[in-house]
């Protein structure tokens, strides 16, 4: 499901949420690594002419995680299922087009340095801040 709505010529916002069923067929269980529910909260903010901020919050629900083999001190192999918790990412996009070709931009990722792991031994990196700057040919 998404919603967008535009309520000024200078704020766009957007809502998506997608609800995950994914079982086995032979089993009845819900297959690995798909999340139940992903939730994007989307902002376009145009405060001046030329320039543009772009708040992303992503909510990623809890997923299962396939089965995991382990060894008890006897070197016996045993079994059990984990499941991944859920976790919330803030992303910040900024940008300044300096003129026509050349625009000056700041992304900050995971603002508030969550330790999520959506899928096991995929973490999310850690704060992050990147400056640049594009140029249109």
């Not at 766009?12 to 798909?34: H, K, M, Q, S």
């Not at 700041?106 to 140029?135: D, K, M």
């Amino acid at each position: 499901m998404i919603l967008a709505l535009r309520p000024a010529t200078w704020l766009e916002g957007t809502v998506a949420w997608t609800i995950t069923e994914a079982f086995n067929a032979d089993t009845g269980l819900r297959l690995p690594r798909r999340p139940e529910s992903v939730v994007s909260l989307t902002a376009r903010i145009v405060p001046l002419p030329r320039v543009v901020i772009a708040p992303t919050l992503l909510f990623t629900g809890r997923s299962p995680e396939g089965p995991f083999a382990s060894y008890d001190d006897n070197g016996v192999a045993y079994t059990y299922q984990r499941t991944n918790k859920a976790g919330t990412v803030l992303n910040l996009t900024a940008s300044w087009q300096v003129f026509d070709p050349i625009t000056l931009f700041l992304e900050a990722r995971n603002l508030t340095n969550q330790p999520f792991e959506p899928a096991n031994g995929f973490v999310v990196p850690g704060r992050s801040v990147l400056v640049g700057t594009r140029f249109a040919l």
